[in-house]
């Protein structure tokens, strides 16, 4: 019960990330070095050219989180946790042979972390950064954890450490890449992020003028779809004579983050009435069978929605989703973007939970996994 720190590494993607981080939740030194100026030219991110660039900044970021927390190298901490998938394979290669070799090196305990695990995760760490020190847990399992960023596009339930299920995935885009190709489509300047450029000229029009439909209104699931509606915008935009005013292509906007929107709301009301349906079946399963039920029957009530990503930063979609957990009466979570994004503190984290309840992995012989249910 001591607290102990944990060095958490990160390469799955373009992000070359570190943190160490107490088990306590404070977050004793961070360091990031991002890629997105390497990669920009190319329209997504190159593999080869991700690699070469953790490679060459894995050594120094590491070493920069360690200096931030006071230490002078990795036998200070701990542990050590790393992404060891999903992600880019070689990518992971980088981290994970760096992080193997520092706990072999310094003999400490190593965590194989999952990295949309640590995404899960993370919310649990910036509810409890959020509140008194000293107070109880801010956010106990089971919890919804709707991820919608640029490559993410995934509700899940989380019910505990190591234990999630997937309750919906995008069949197409991601909602922050549909957001970053429509902001595309309309010209607008996307040298701050796509997201954010809609979002601030959607509020120059009007939805009602240019109304577009809500994506998959009539299919009551929970998966999720972008790609329709991305392209219901290029066909308006299309038949704009020379591409429209500023003001046609504003109501454009505005209709676009409305449908989408609304079929994130739709979503999730699903989301919920399924949840609240596997609980009534738990209720009315004969005494003595629960047991034998597999974990989907075996829902406790749901704790909060959490809303993370890059997306999570739309007034908007806090606003929307803000009002539908006040009518389920759930707390909604949307823990600050530094930590929605890639970092080293959500891994470092993870490890942290998966320490806590006694879990670690063989350093020796561990293999990234580029695909990871
Ligand atoms: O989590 P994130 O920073 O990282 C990656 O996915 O790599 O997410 C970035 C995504 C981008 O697609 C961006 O357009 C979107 O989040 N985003 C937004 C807003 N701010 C960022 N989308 C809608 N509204 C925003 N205000
Ligand atoms: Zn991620």
């Known amino acids: 019960s001591r607290p102990f720190t944990v060095l958490g590494i990160e390469t799955s993607c373009d992000d070359t990330a570190a943190a160490v981080v107490r088990s306590d939740g404070a977050i004793l030194g961070e360091s990031i070095a991002k890629q997105d100026a390497i990669h920009a030219q190319w329209g997504g991110v190159v593999p080869g050219l991700a690699r070469d660039a953790h490679a060459a900044a894995v050594g120094r970021v590491v070493g920069e989180a360690l200096a931030a927390a006071g230490l002078s190298s990795a036998a200070d901490v701990d542990a050590i946790g790393v992404t060891v998938g999903p992600g880019l394979e070689i990518c992971l290669r980088v981290g994970s042979a760096h992080a193997i070799e520092l706990a072999q090196r310094h003999g400490k305990p190593f965590v194989a972390v999952h990295h949309l695990e640590a995404h899960c995760l993370m919310a649990r760490l910036a509810a409890r950064a959020a509140a008194p020190p000293g107070s109880a847990e801010q956010l106990p399992f089971p919890f919804l954890s709707l991820l919608v960023s640029g490559g993410h596009c995934q509700l899940l339930l989380c019910r505990g450490v190591g234990d999630y299920a997937i309750i919906g995935s995008t069949l197409d885009d991601a909602l922050g890449e549909a957001y970053d190709k429509v902001a595309r489509l309309l010209g607008l300047d996307v040298g701050g992020g796509g997201g954010a450029a809609l979002e601030a000229f959607a509020r120059r029009g009007n939805a009602a003028n240019a109304p577009l439909p809500v994506p998959m209104a009539r299919r009551k699931d929970t998966s999720f779809s972008f790609a329709g509606l991305k392209t219901a915008v290029r066909t308006r935009v299309g038949k704009l004579d020379g591409g429209g005013s500023e003001a046609e292509r504003a109501d454009l ?16 009301r699903y989301a919920l009435r399924w949840c609240a349906e596997q609980r009534s079946a738990q209720a009315d399963a004969p005494i003595g069978d629960a047991a034998d039920n597999d974990g989907a029957a075996r829902v406790p009530p749901l704790s909060a929605l959490v809303v993370s990503g ?64």
Do not use: K, Y
């Not at 707390?331 to 929605?340: D, G, K, N, V, Y």
């Open 253 to 268: 906007a505005a209709a676009f983050q409305l449908a989408a929107i609304a079929h994130l709301e739709q979503r999730l």
């Open 310 to 373: 890059g997306v999570a930063a739309n007034a908007l979609v806090r606003a929307r989703l803000g009002a539908l957990c006040e009518e389920h009466g759930l707390a909604m979570h949307t823990p600050p973007p530094r930590l929605c994004t890639d970092n080293g503190v959500m891994v470092a984290w993870a490890a942290i939970e998966r320490l806590a309840l006694g879990h670690s992995d063989q350093a020796e012989g561990t293999e990234v996994r580029a695909r990871w249910p």
